[in-house]
């Protein structure tokens, strides 16, 4: 958590650990950026590797639920 107040022109990007925190509705991460959105008006920024490693890990989830299947069925 920061340290100082963020100033009114500074963004906020997620990263892996705070998305997953946030994902999990761990209080402390959520009141921060629930406190973001209303001070700011505005959503946290995804960077581009955070939304690559979610989606790969969708996949990843995806491919090996299908594959266990597929292999039950055999």
């Known amino acids: 958590?920061?340290?100082v107040e963020?100033?009114?022109n500074t963004p906020l990007a997620l990263d892996n650990n705070i998305l997953e925190a946030w994902r999990r509705q761990n209080a402390t991460i959520t009141g921060a950026i629930t406190n973001y959105i209303s001070t700011f008006k505005v959503?946290?920024?995804l960077?581009?590797?955070?939304?690559?490693?979610v989606?790969?890990?969708f996949e990843h989830a995806i491919f090996k639920a299908v594959d266990t299947?597929?292999?039950?069925?055999v």
């Open 69 to 73: 299947h597929t292999a039950k069925a």
């Open 43 to 45: 959503v946290p920024a």
């Open 1 to 3: 958590m920061p340290i």
């Open 55 to 57: 989606m790969d890990g």
């Open 6 to 8: 963020p100033l009114s």
């Open 47 to 53: 960077p581009a590797i955070v939304v690559f490693e």
